[in-house]
């Protein structure tokens, strides 16, 4: 439903994409990361309609968005950076406004500016002017504009953007929900968004596509893949804990977390030492808050992945 193929951006001597390719299909919810700079912001507006590539083509549900504008922005719902609005307008005629310029009548327009006010919990504020709400506030009218008329295809920049722990809960929970029956780009630098509701990440840096896996996939890529951490209840246990850690089958390294009494057990090249740490845990009777395995670390292979990128011609 959205299709990227060699979209090249340059500004001037600037390359802000070079030769990005990637496809979306139905149901997947795609997140689309890198460091500032990295391009995100360039590719979302080209798919939107709202700048043109230097080369390269951006569809969505097959409508090129250079040769047929108007039919791929129909299909189409964009949250931008900032969620920019009027000011003086209130959330209430924004989005009635909005509704009319997507073509919305009659009871379809009621029941979908009502749904959405609804879910993005907006009742509270309808009637003051946009700028005096919240950053959160003014982020959840941004998505209401985005979603208003049932699009099939999303592109959100930064939607959490703004929002506390619960509200971010409640619009991840949001996008999951829609996500059977649409297609969606979430351009996020919160990685824990990744974990939350992606299906499949992209990773760039300086414009180019350097990885497109599952989270579980990209998850496996850490050196914390299958690693094992041990919250300690007493700080003066870490010495001989760590170094019996270091000891056990299967041990590749251990890291030392004084300050929150924790230590994480490094597997060894293809080895899965939680058994023989759990083990080693109960024969030794140490105290312990916390032993668990871990999956990987996004932020760690986001880290070695893009700054790798920045070592590259």
């Not at 941004?142 to 592109?155: E, K, N, S, T």
């Amino acid at each position: 439903m959205i299709e990227v193929s060699g979209l090249t951006k340059r500004y001037g001597d600037v390359v802000a994409i070079s030769d990005l390719s990637f496809r979306v299909v139905a149901g997947e919810i795609l997140g689309f990361l890198g460091p500032n700079g990295a391009g995100k912001t360039t590719t979302m507006r080209i798919i939107a309609g709202f700048i043109a590539p230097t080369a390269g083509t951006a569809a969505v549900l097959g409508h090129d968005v250079a040769r047929e504008p108007l039919a791929a922005r129909q299909a189409l719902g964009y949250l931008p950076e900032g969620a920019p609005s009027w000011p003086e307008m209130t959330p209430r005629s924004f989005l009635a406004f909005i509704a009319d310029v997507r073509g919305l009548k009659g009871d379809r327009r009621r029941r979908r500016l009502t749904d959405t006010i609804d879910r993005l919990g907006l009742g509270p504020v309808l009637d003051q002017t946009i700028d005096t709400l919240s950053k959160g506030f003014k982020r959840r009218v941004g998505l209401a504009q985005a979603i208003v008329h049932d699009p099939p295809v999303l592109v959100l920049d930064e939607p959490t953007d703004g929002l506390d722990p619960n509200q971010k809960h409640e619009v991840r929970t949001l996008i999951s929900e829609m996500a059977p029956g649409k297609t969606i780009v979430i351009s996020t630098h919160i990685l824990e968004e990744v974990d939350a509701v992606c299906t499949r990440a992209i990773i760039v840096a300086r414009g180019r596509l350097l990885v497109d896996e599952r989270p579980a996939t990209l998850q496996a890529r850490s050196r914390y893949h299958n690693a094992v951490t041990l919250t300690v209840a007493e700080p003066a246990d870490l010495p001989h804990i760590a170094a019996a850690l270091r000891a056990a089958p299967g041990v590749g390294d251990v890291e030392v977390d004084l300050r929150d009494g924790r230590l994480t057990a490094l597997p060894a090249p293809g080895q899965l030492p939680l058994a023989a740490i759990s083990e080693l845990a109960t024969r030794e009777h140490w105290n312990l808050h916390e032993l668990r395995l871990e999956a990987g670390r996004l932020d760690e292979v986001f880290r070695t992945v893009t700054s790798a990128a920045e070592q590259m011609p």
